[in-house]
């Protein structure tokens, strides 16, 4: 058989209008070109489709069965290209994501992976502490924040998808080092460094030490990266507390500890956040699953025993 999904088009209208005029017109045909498609098919098919009593034509048991078969193959078509389209929405677009400092140093492995899949799709990053990602949020300037948990009442929908222990770190040499169950009380008279005014981890150290009282640093010093932070720790300038996620390589180059002091880690979590009732691109869809479905388990969390 050897038919074209034009013929198959002019005879669905023909057969749908029952009528050659109307479905020339609709089709921007001549009508004795339409006639002619007809014939052609018949010929092939070697029935006819149509049959013509008085001015009226109808379709023939054969020609019935052209229709059914053509509505049928319409109808794959439309849903072909449906599936393509949303192949290409897939595959392109435009992701906004204001990442937390902190967090900076996973996104990247997981934008790497992503765009791998969805090549074509361009990323937009901005990196900023805890206070100023609440702010692109709350502006909507931004898809999604990759951040610590946002506060309540805001307007924000926000899932958690992987744990973020913050730990208490020191240079290899500190007279702590080593030792286990270290009473918090143990860190007085200690200098302390710390992140930035904005930082969730800097929030998150300082509720810790307000929950448990009697420790009093003899210095704080502000920085306001933890890169920073790791360079004056490591040189014996103080104590710091940062995300495990930070120190994966000093922790194996051994050029840092993680003190086992009690109530450590502090437990913080990872979650993907968005504007409540955000409308997302297809790019964007695909991302948010993505980051639930695959980022734990494509993503290692440090633990203190990588140093041993
Ligand atoms: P950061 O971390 O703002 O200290 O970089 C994010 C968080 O833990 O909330």
């Known amino acids: 058989m050897n038919i074209t999904l034009r013929q198959l088009q002019v005879f669905e209208a023909v057969a749908r209008h029952l009528n050659y005029t109307r479905a020339a017109r609709e089709l921007f045909l001549s009508q004795p070109a339409v006639s002619m498609k007809i014939k052609q098919l018949e010929d092939q098919l070697g029935e006819p489709l149509f049959e013509q009593i008085g001015k009226k034509i109808f379709l023939t048991e054969a020609g019935k069965e052209v229709y059914r078969y053509s509505l049928a193959i319409e109808n794959q078509l439309d849903e072909l290209q449906m599936v393509l389209a949303e192949m290409k929405g897939m595959q392109h677009g435009r992701l906004s994501l204001t990442v937390a400092s902190t967090a900076n140093y996973f996104v990247p492995t997981l934008l790497g ?149 009690e109530g450590f880690p502090i437990m913080r979590h990872w979650y993907i956040v968005h504007r409540h009732g955000k409308r997302f691109s297809t790019i964007a869809l695909a991302f948010k699953e993505f980051v639930l479905n695959e980022a734990q388990s494509l993503l290692r969390v440090p633990t203190a025993e990588d140093a041993a």
Do not use: C, W, Y
């Not at 744990?163 to 290899?172: D, K, Q, R």
């Not at 890169?227 to 120190?247: D, N, P, R, Y």
């Open 113 to 261: 992976i992503f765009s791998k899949r969805h090549q074509g799709v361009t990323v937009d990053i901005d990196v900023t502490n805890r206070e100023n990602l609440l702010k692109a949020l709350t502006a909507n300037t931004t898809d999604f924040a990759i951040m610590g948990r946002p506060p309540k009442g805001l307007e924000l929908e926000a899932h958690s998808f992987m744990p973020n222990p913050l730990v208490m770190l020191a240079a290899p040499d500190h007279p702590l080092a080593g030792r286990k169950r270290i009473p918090a009380t143990e860190l007085t008279g200690e200098t302390f460094i710390m992140r930035e005014r904005g930082s969730g981890t800097r929030a998150a150290r300082e509720r810790f030490f307000s929950e448990h009282d009697g420790v009093s640093f003899a210095k704080t010093m502000e920085m306001n990266s933890n890169e920073a932070i790791k360079q004056a720790v490591q040189a014996g300038l103080g104590l710091g507390v940062l995300s495990i996620h930070t120190i994966e390589v000093e922790l194996m180059l051994k050029r840092l500890v993680v003190l086992n002091i």
